[in-house]
């Protein structure tokens, strides 16, 4: 059973707290992502569960196992690290050998694994090369075989994507993605790339300054983020925020600021009504921003940047002075300079406390 669970885990560096309270338990052949910018602890959070950084508090399980005190040799996982970690002396079927060598197991099982993991990973054509006859791809999949010959309880991979350029990574995401449903162990993935983090995961796992910050399933991190880092880190082009005003006006409440006035919907009442004359922050992803006709809507932008997309455009606007980005169809073409309305798709938006940053509704 590949089941990990994390309890109060912290890592300091002298006064410097990397990872705080990090609590985190993972199913077996759950594939799990933590994602966060950098310098968040979200590495050093899969270094210790590796051994390869010995934690400050806390407890570390894996398989039910307390691993506290064992060396990352005894823990039954396999490492993928973003830099290949391959040995430039030998061939491909030695670097993905070699472990199992350490372990003296019978040339037989070795040559029999190997071969496996070659086929898994169509690499087999390359087990005779040495890791500098391959391309980028090709030596990460060198490094998956190596990791899959092993048959840990947990994969570990810390950002394996981030040396391959963007349409290698498409691909290998997907590679990884199906690996993992045919050999199903459990897998604890880092990146900063919240779009590999929506793309792979069971769960992801987001960080901040050392802090998880939320914990769910890709769609309901996007629909449903607990606070406005959250919201503002997932999702591509991330999220616009805009300061206003809430005000009761007959047909309800209203957020205002001097260049919209947008109506909440009527399932807001209860909590919005808390914050009446009062600040707040609206949210709302570029995709429920629309096109809106000046006669009725209310919402005023300035034009900045026209970025066409082929299947669709994207236009950098300013707000009331504060900067968003909407995302409509390719017809849609203003021009830079333009005074537009627009209307947001309310039912979709958020709102978020403009001091602490948790969400309202």
């Not at 950098?38 to 569960?49: D, P």
């Not at 209203?254 to 109506?263: E, L």
Request: glycine content about 6%; overall charge negative.
């Amino acid at each position: 059973m590949g089941r990990v669970v994390c309890e109060h885990v912290e890592k300091r560096f002298g006064d410097v707290v990397a990872v705080n309270d990090f609590n985190l338990e993972i199913k077996d052949n759950e594939f799990v992502v933590i994602v966060g910018p950098s310098g968040c602890g979200k590495s050093t959070s899969l270094r210790m569960i590796a051994g390869l950084e010995q934690h400050t508090s806390g407890n570390i399980y894996i398989a039910d196992q307390l691993v506290n005190e064992l060396p990352p040799r005894d823990r039954n996982v396999a490492m993928v690290f973003q830099n290949y970690a391959l040995y430039p002396h030998m061939n491909v079927y030695d670097n993905m050998a070699f472990a199992l060598k350490l372990r003296n197991v019978s040339r037989d099982e070795i040559d029999r694994k190997v071969k496996e993991a070659a086929e898994i990973l169509s690499i087999t054509q390359y087990l005779h090369r040495k890791p500098k006859e391959l391309s980028g791809g090709q030596r990460q999949r060198v490094a998956l075989g190596r990791a899959i010959v092993r048959e840990p309880e947990v994969f570990l991979m810390d950002e394996p994507l981030s040396n391959l350029d963007a349409k290698l990574r498409v691909q290998m995401r997907t590679e990884i993605a199906k690996l993992h449903n045919r050999i199903g162990v459990t897998t604890i993935y880092v990146t900063h790339d919240q779009v590999e983090a929506m793309t792979m995961a069971d769960r992801i796992v987001v960080m901040k300054d050392g802090l998880i910050q939320q914990i769910a399933d890709p769609q309901t991190l996007y629909d449903s983020p607990a606070n406005r880092f959250v919201a503002g880190f997932i999702g591509t082009p991330p999220m616009n925020f805009m300061n206003c005003q809430v005000q009761k006006h007959p047909d309800g409440f209203h957020m205002v600021n001097d260049s919209m006035d947008v109506v909440a919907p009527q399932e807001w009442a209860d909590k919005v009504a808390a914050f009446e004359g009062q600040q707040m922050v609206l949210g709302v992803r570029p995709e429920n921003i629309l096109p809106g006709d000046a006669a009725t809507d209310k919402v005023r932008a300035i034009v900045e940047v026209v970025e066409p997309l082929g299947s669709e455009t994207l236009i950098n606007i300013s707000v009331n002075g504060q900067p968003a980005i909407i995302k409509v169809a390719p017809e849609y073409r203003p021009q830079v300079g333009d005074a537009i309305a627009l209307r947001f798709d309310m039912v979709k938006a958020h709102a978020f406390h403009p001091e602490t940053g948790l969400t309202i509704v």
